[in-house]
């Protein structure tokens, strides 16, 4: 199949080569700073303004809650569905409000969100739906990829993510109003310093040298040091306060970073095999007692950025991880990864009021499916599981 991106040939977007045409789907991609700065971007160009209400599911990470407040709406969350870690249809449909403006769900992990019936209720209550396909490219639903069912979608390209350029995010638009928008506002965005883009390009080469799923645990706390030290950009912005949004919301994608893209997803088609390869060996080969794999439907073909399962007693599952050099993710450890107590509220969040998304992520592990993991390590992780 053809990439996601294709560069552009004439045309208004030729002043602007970081846009490109999608291959076969007739879709314009925009290339941001991150995918948060993506998705803002969607927001604003759907019209979405300050004191509007966007519906985000509980079970995510900040970065969908910062997206909305960077533009001055409120996030509101919708309840995952019992046992899974994407949206419930029937809690969003409780939730929408005359004042919300756009509904944002997640296919989790790739696990396809049920995107037939939630585009119906967003359809029924004449609001716009967004896709954040940040954890995949590839997963299909009925033969169709996600990212085509909503007014938009937006990607990420960071660690951990199917496609890894350092930083970076994309958004594209399935509406020609919206395409004129983003069309309009993407000259706006600036390049990111030359200082900030030579710290993306050796983030992401000290990564790709040093980092493998046995090397996870090391690699995961020399990062977090760098991050705390200023020397990296981390996954983490701090809520915008009085002060605004930070910074990366005014930023396109840096030429460097746009180019590896390119570049990168031409081996999508490849890396996607492998990593429907690796998630096969996890679900048939782990069948150890306490672990529970997820269930998807019949028509639905996910490509795992992460593969997850859920145990009881995470703490001590991924304690054991570490000693026995299996990578296992605990994110999204909290309703809205990484924040607790008094910082959920900060961001619109009331502990207690999404009950499946907290009892999910008392529960969910992950493990790597890229490109890194080979045979050795998923025998470890097998082993590990099953012992």
Not at 306 to 332: I, N, Q, S, T
């Amino acid at each position: 199949m053809p990439s996601l991106i294709e560069p552009v040939k004439g045309g208004a977007s030729s002043a602007y080569p970081e846009i490109a045409q999608s291959g076969g789907a007739g879709l314009t991609e925009y290339v941001y700073f991150r995918g948060r700065v993506a998705m803002a971007a969607i927001l604003r160009g759907l019209g979405v303004k300050g004191g509007d209400d966007v519906l985000i599911q509980a079970f995510t990470c900040i970065a969908v809650p910062e997206a909305v407040m960077s533009i001055g709406a409120r996030p509101r969350y919708v309840d995952v569905a019992s046992g899974s870690p994407n949206m419930d249809p029937d809690d969003l449909a409780r939730k929408i409000r005359p004042d919300t403006r756009a509904v944002v769900i997640q296919h989790s992990f790739g696990l396809p969100a049920n995107v037939e019936q939630l585009s119906a209720v967003a359809r029924d209550a004449s609001i716009p739906m967004i896709e954040d396909c940040a954890h995949t490219i590839e997963s299909r639903v009925g033969g169709r990829r996600v990212g085509t069912f909503g007014a938009a979608a937006f990607y990420s390209y960071e660690a951990s993510k199917p496609v890894f350029v350092g930083i970076g995010g994309s958004a594209i638009s399935n509406d020609p109003a919206l395409t004129a928008k983003l069309n309009a506002a993407y000259p706006e965005y600036e390049q990111p310093p030359t200082a900030t883009q030579l710290q993306i390009a050796a983030m992401f080469l000290a990564h790709k040298v040093v980092y493998s799923p046995s090397t996870y645990w090391t690699v995961r706390g020399i990062f977090r040091a760098m991050v705390a030290a200023g020397i990296i950009k981390g996954n983490y912005n701090e809520v915008a306060g009085e002060a605004g949004p930070s910074a990366d919301f005014s930023r396109r994608m840096g030429a460097r970073q746009a180019q590896m893209l390119a570049t990168a997803l031409r081996r999508l088609d490849q890396q996607s095999d492998h990593r429907r390869w690796v998630a096969g060996q996890y679900r048939s080969r782990i069948s150890g007692a306490g672990v529970t794999h997820l269930p998807h439907e019949s028509n639905v073909a996910p490509v795992f950025g992460r593969y997850p399962m859920l145990v009881e007693d995470k703490e001590r599952w991924v304690e054991g991880a570490r000693a026995a050099k299996v990578e296992l993710a605990d994110f999204y450890a909290t309703p809205i990864h990484p924040l607790k107590g008094d910082a959920l509220r900060r961001v619109g969040y009331k502990p207690g009021s999404c009950p499946q998304a907290e009892w999910v992520a008392d529960r969910i592990v992950s493990l790597p499916t890229g490109p890194q993991t080979d045979r050795k390590q998923i025998q470890r992780a097998v082993d590990y599981f099953n012992r």
